[in-house]
């Protein structure tokens, strides 16, 4: 499956943007997907993942209440909604799939990859 993340930008601290993810293939379903982020000089670090049927979601503890995981498997689609951004959440937001049904954190898990796209909070 090929993974195209889109909708990163630059933002005000306490500022709204959504992310979206864009799959290929007719298996989107199949596959937990989830989204990571990482900055320069830092481990990739996970944000959050949903289940195949969107039943289950997944935090980390940096982002919850803030964060919102969504997809659309008509739409082969994941979405990263984020509010009230922090400077801290400055970084390359990946998305990624894992042909399974266990919604997991780490990113050796993760088959496939779709290329970053880049959030800048300013304070």
């Known amino acids: 499956v090929q993974l195209q993340a889109s909708g990163g930008g630059l933002v005000q601290a306490g500022g709204s943007l959504r992310l979206s993810c864009a799959a290929s293939?007719?298996?989107?379903?199949?596959?937990?997907m989830g989204w990571f982020r990482q900055t320069p000089g830092k481990e990739r670090e996970f944000v959050a993942a949903?289940?195949?049927?969107?039943?289950?979601?997944r935090y980390a503890d940096s982002v919850k209440g803030r964060f919102t995981i969504s997809r659309d498997n008509a739409k082969n689609t994941v979405y990263l909604q984020m509010n009230s951004l922090k400077s801290e959440d400055t970084a390359v937001y990946s998305c990624?799939?894992?042909?399974?049904?266990?919604?997991?954190?780490?990113?050796?898990?993760?088959?496939?990859w779709g290329q970053g796209t880049l959030v800048t909070v300013s304070s």
């Open positions: 949903v289940s195949r049927g969107s039943g289950r979601t």
């Open positions: 990624a799939a894992d042909y399974s049904s266990v919604v997991a954190a780490t990113p050796p898990e993760y088959d496939y």
């Open positions: 293939g007719r298996t989107f379903s199949s596959y937990v």
